[in-house]
């Protein structure tokens, strides 16, 4: 029976690839990240869509063609989030990038972009004339921004959410702080003035001190995800699993209960928003 939208699990941060894309090669190079894997998680973990992040990174430059193949075989479990201009393409902040999303948007049946930074840059493209052309064709298009960055670059991402407080803006991997990075935590609760600005908590692994083998990252959770969820609210964040990448570290289950289990200090009602009544209703207002 399906469940109503308030229990609904909707991932926010997931994969899937025709090519295992990471090192070491592994043996089931054509199978490991296909989104069949992907689905049968969901399956027997009682999740309900994938918000599925598009990235065009090796063995795959077409990701963004099959995520939309798999959509049209799988109706109603994954909402496409395209790769447009990602650090990885020669595109990448060069001229044209708004006429490029455009194209994307009427390509491919896409509920949002993804657009992952270098951790180098400056952020400057963000609210440069290039940058903001880009992101009001988004707001324009009703597109749902999902944005890999540092915490460095959020004051340029600052500039991006007031001058277009409608367009949803999620960061990916709860901002990539670090536990011990006081002054970096501090950029990333800042970005929680700006209404349209959520943070994804999933990528426990990518913050911890404690190794990325040591579920549940203790660290990551007192340190990281408790500042989150007091600056921020139960209304802008949202679960992700990070699959198949979580597999390096942990099983999908795991990924739900890093939050679902061990972040006593959120209340059952919060949870069930972040583990998806939030995105839902993001979703619901396309």
Request: net charge negative.
């Given at each position: 029976m399906p469940r109503d939208n308030n229990s609904m699990i909707i991932d926010s941060h997931?994969?899937?690839?025709?090519?295992?894309?990471?090192?070491?090669?592994?043996?089931?190079?054509?199978?490991?990240?296909?989104?069949?894997?992907?689905?049968?998680?969901?399956?027997?973990?009682?999740?309900?869509?994938?918000?599925?992040?598009?990235?065009?990174?090796?063995?795959?430059?077409?990701?963004?063609?099959?995520?939309?193949?798999?959509?049209?075989?799988?109706?109603?479990r994954i909402r496409q989030v395209a790769d447009v201009d990602c650090s990885w393409s020669d595109?990448?902040?060069?001229?044209?990038?708004?006429?490029?999303l455009r194209r994307a948007a009427e390509r491919w049946s896409m509920v949002a972009f993804t657009h992952y930074m270098k951790a180098e840059d400056s952020g400057s493209w963000l609210h440069s004339e290039e940058g903001l052309a880009f992101f009001e064709t988004a707001m324009d298009l009703n597109l749902i921004a999902s944005v890999a960055c540092s915490p460095h670059h959020h004051a340029a991402l600052h500039k991006v959410a007031e001058r277009?407080?409608?367009l949803p803006i999620l960061i990916h991997h709860l901002g990539h702080p670090g536990v011990g990075n006081a002054d970096k935590l501090q950029q990333v609760l800042a970005s929680a003035r700006y209404q349209n600005i959520g943070v994804k908590v999933s990528g426990f692994y990518y913050s911890t001190r404690q190794g990325f083998w040591d579920f549940p990252y203790t660290d990551s959770i007192r340190e990281i995800v408790l500042p989150l969820y007091e600056t921020f609210g139960p209304h802008r964040l949202y679960?992700?699993?990070?699959?198949?990448?979580?597999?390096?570290?942990?099983?999908?289950?795991?990924?739900?209960?890093?939050f679902r289990s061990h972040c006593e200090f959120i209340s059952e009602g919060d949870q069930a928003l972040i583990l998806g009544g939030n995105l839902h209703r993001l979703l619901a207002s396309d």
């Open positions: 997931c994969h899937a690839w025709e090519r295992w894309p990471y090192e070491p090669p592994a043996p089931d190079f054509h199978s490991r990240g296909r989104f069949e894997q992907l689905l049968h998680e969901m399956e027997i973990n009682g999740v309900d869509q994938a918000f599925l992040v598009c990235a065009g990174i090796e063995h795959n430059p077409h990701n963004n063609d099959y995520i939309a193949q798999m959509a049209r075989l799988y109706s109603g595109t990448y902040h060069t001229p044209g990038a708004a006429e490029r277009f407080p409608q679960w992700g699993s990070d699959y198949p990448v979580c597999r390096r570290f942990m099983t999908y289950r795991q990924a739900i209960e890093c």
